[in-house]
């Protein structure tokens, strides 16, 4: 039986996977080879090779109630959006209530992990490392769990950007950018589009002479601010929405393009991608589109060559005179420690089953934690496969057989390349809502929502209408927790309170607006259950009075 585990990493993914074994009655051991928690999330003035950064500027693209941990709702006075600093501020305090920290040991860097002669029967690892000072030690775990991500190893394809060698100023990789200290009257050049090429742009923007960004495909803009000024990504997040898009992808998708050639037209701003929407995660900038209507940034395509200080583009076009390249340009993946082959790659993934299990272990006792992307935030995702896999772990869930993942694996991988414009850089996307669902269902922690319908249905149409927030995993089953009615309950509240800096006088009256907003509200509702339930029931078999009683609460929602 498993009782020890080896945690990689003490960034969002390690602590979580920290406090699921925790949870699970597990004995964690975290090995940090920083001397401090947050992982990506905290800013280094000075990184070290083979570790995460960010900028200084970072703001995180995801809300807080989307990207919060489960059991633990962010502080209500946070703003929506933090910065890298308050992010860190929540993890800390993560970390600090469910007293993780005696469990990580900081500047231990995991040299190598190996399997025991008895594997096969044991499942056991051995898990060398070594301190800051250079001592070594090997310690024997019953399972490993990997999360040190995928934003450690720069990639530099200097083979694609001829004359780069000679080029007369000065270049380096997004991973080496802290601020824009320095570039105060430059000509720089940032190749990629992606959120960190976005960023650099507008933040180097506002000191250089000019600013040109490179791309080769072009890219979806999105802003952190939705309708209302409420956090985007609460909008159009919820399982309604999921089932809407799943039956009608193509026109769910042109809406959405439509809706963001509104608020600038990506074509003329010499940005329209050759992908559609949900085929590539967008880039997360509010700042951008003002930069380039304001022609602090032009939007360049892909880079030729270099001869000196010019930079020629694909089109003719030449800048000279360019003093700094930064290549935006994504990163490797890699595990040096973990066994050669162990995580084989295939198509454009590890063959990883559900993205977690390798394949090919005589025993289920090492997992990868939050070596994944979608559309939204990470934690949620990380603390679902570490439940998962703790679970796995103790037995209590058990794997299929290998040919059966096996087959998993390539649909997954098959489904991966139709559905995404995949890269080899980041083969890591999924749908958001159907992979927690997955899982949960496995766990046993997907909410129930007819039962919730049926019993609370001010919570059931929140779940059903409202943003997929995590705390809805953990309503019911393992790892349930009592506060989830409340924190779903209270995520709007939270939301405002932020924004309540100066309280305006209210309006004398809103009664045509709200009697409009009950009734749209009202007859979506109605659809939105009949929609559900369509598949699996006929309107008959419906309980009596359930329509009406959903309705009514419904009403009472938007009334309070």
Partial sequence: MVCTVAVIGAGPSGLTSIKSCLDEGLEPTCFESSEDIGGLWRFKEHPDPGRANIYESVIINSSKEMMSYSDFPPPAHLPNNMHHS??????????????????????????????????????????KTEKREGQRETQVFDAVMVCTGHFTQPHLPLNDFPGIEEFEGTYFHSWEYRSAEGLQGKRVVVVGIGNSGGDIAVDASRVAEQV?????????????????GLPGDLLGTSRLDRLVQKLFP?????????????????????????????AQIPVVNDDLPGRIISGRV???????????????????????????????????YDFPFLPSGLLANGGHRLCLYRHVFPLGLARPSLAVVGFICNLGAINPLAEMQARWATQVFKGLLTLPSEEAMLQDVKRDTSTLQNRFACLERHPLQVDHIPYMDSMAEELGVRPNLLGLLLREPDVGLRVLLGPCTPYQYRLRGPGQWDGARQAILTQWERVAQPFRTRMPPQPESRTRASS???????????????????????????PTGLLYKITTQLIQIIKA
């Fill in 86 to 127: 308050q992010l860190l501020s929540y993890l800390r305090l993560y970390a600090q209530t469910f007293d993780l920290f005696k469990h990580i040991y900081f500047q231990t860097t995991v040299v190598s992990v190996r399997q025991r002669p008895d594997f096969p029967v044991s499942g056991q690892w051995e898990v």
């Fill in 250 to 278: 193509s026109w769910i998708t042109r809406m959405m393009e439509k809706k963001l050639n509104r608020t600038f037209d990506h074509r003329l701003y010499g940005l329209q991608p050759k992908h559609r929407f949900f």
């Fill in 298 to 332: 032009l939007v360049k395509p892909n880079i030729r060559e270099i001869k000196g200080s010019s930079v020629v583009f694909e089109d003719g076009s030449v800048v000279e005179k360019v003093d700094v390249v930064v290549f935006a340009t994504g990163y490797n």
């Fill in 516 to 542: 409009s907003l009950i009734l749209i509200l009202t007859l979506s509702g109605t659809v939105l259950l009949l929609t559900t339930f369509y598949t699996r029931h006929s309107l008959s078999s419906l």
């Fill in 212 to 228: 040109y960004l490179s791309t080769r495909k072009g890219a979806w803009v999105v802003s952190r601010v939705g309708a209302g």
